[in-house]
């Protein structure tokens, strides 16, 4: 019988437990993107909390896509540095430390980011798109942006991460080319899904060019969007197959976004008792592609985690929230007592201005 303290390997790494922090966005790096105390003594707790892999909140590839207040960046050399600093951190603890590549692209909460022109599939009245400087991106722009990625990534392995993920799931930009809604191209990266999923697949392929065969390449990916002329599990399962085929190391299986129907994002309230979210696509997928499968979205009880395990053959699960409320909970599972999370998924974690950008992230349990 598999256990949830499982050693296994990852393309090399070794994983002291199949549990994985979920990236997360904290709204703590200074306004440049660079790392503040806060943010330190964050990843701190959580490595010393027990967890076997944190995979850090989006990290802005692009100085000009680095749109977020307080988001973390690594879109220069000057992150070096403080990176290597995180990550020897980090690794006194035994655990492993994964960099989130993200380029955002354009959302309504942004709208208020003065002089800014945002890279968009296609211009969209309906997106309101026509209330800021929105550009369709060039061909140009899309090499401009797929190199980023490459190089970043190489950023991330000089730094000494363990690894990357391609932030391709919750509206990102990277997951507005493979949503039909956003993405209404008419060139060879719009239409069908093997055109939509043209710009993933390119940017991993650079990202794989720069860090080597053996560095582990993760992807954060929706299995659905959950709005009209969303991304489908059948188109998600292309892009997984696709990118199995050509090395990735492990998919991470979320879905929705803040234009998702109510309460089909990827943060849901759930009873006590309710399934995890996004299992069953999860399950299925790990039986389509045959490379580690990352399931996310409601594991709150290691008891039945554990049965997901066995019963589904997943490989790893990922936890923000309950992690947020308890930073030490893996130790407190391994210690003996297996009580289920604190966590009541009620999103009052995230706290946000009036722009809906995060000012900073706390449990309101801990009150």
Not at 17 to 24: K, L, P, Q
């Amino acid at each position: 019988m598999k256990s949830l303290f499982d050693q296994t390997e990852l393309s090399g790494l070794t994983l002291k437990n199949r549990f994985i922090r979920s990236a997360t966005y904290y709204g703590t790096a200074d306004e440049h993107g660079h790392m503040t105390e806060a943010l330190f003594r964050v990843y701190e707790d959580l490595a010393k909390g027990g967890v076997g892999t944190i995979i850090t909140g989006m990290a802005a590839v692009c100085e000009s896509e680095h749109l977020v207040p307080k988001q973390m960046g690594i879109f220069n050399d000057s992150f070096l540095g403080e990176y290597k600093k995180l990550t020897a951190m980090v690794h006194q603890y035994q655990a492993n430390i994964i960099v989130q590549l993200a380029s955002l692209g354009f959302h309504k909460f942004l709208s208020a980011v003065p002089g800014k022109v945002f890279w968009v599939p296609s211009v969209l009245e309906e997106a309101e798109h026509n209330n800021v400087a929105a550009r369709a991106m060039t061909q140009e722009d899309i090499i401009v942006l797929q190199e980023a990625f490459a190089e970043a990534a190489s950023r991330a392995k000089a730094s000494g991460f363990d690894g990357v993920q391609i932030h391709a799931g919750h509206e990102t930009l990277l997951s507005q080319f493979l949503t039909p809604y956003c993405n209404r191209r008419t060139d060879e990266y719009g239409g069908s899904i093997e055109n939509r999923s043209k710009m993933i697949i390119e940017t991993y392929q650079k990202i794989r060019a720069k860090v080597g065969l053996e560095y582990p390449v993760l992807i954060k990916i929706n299995c659905e969007d959950f709005r009209d002329r969303g991304l489908t599990f059948a188109d998600c399962k292309y892009v997984c197959q696709k990118l199995a085929e050509l090395g990735i190391t492990a998919v991470e299986i979320s879905g929705g976004s803040f234009s998702s129907r109510e309460n089909e994002g990827p943060s849901r309230t759930i009873a006590k008792g309710q399934p995890p979210y996004f299992l069953q696509r999860t399950a299925e997928m790990k039986q389509l592609i045959h490379i580690p499968v990352i399931a996310v979205g409601g594991y709150r009880d290691i008891s039945a985690t554990t049965k997901y395990l066995n019963e589904n053959d997943i490989d790893y699960f990922a936890l923000s929230r309950p992690l947020i409320c308890e930073s030490d909970l893996i130790n407190r599972w391994q210690s003996g007592n297996q009580e289920p999370a604190k966590c009541i998924s009620c999103n009052g974690c995230l706290k946000v201005d009036k722009v809906g950008a995060s000012v900073g992230v706390s449990c309101v349990l801990k009150k």
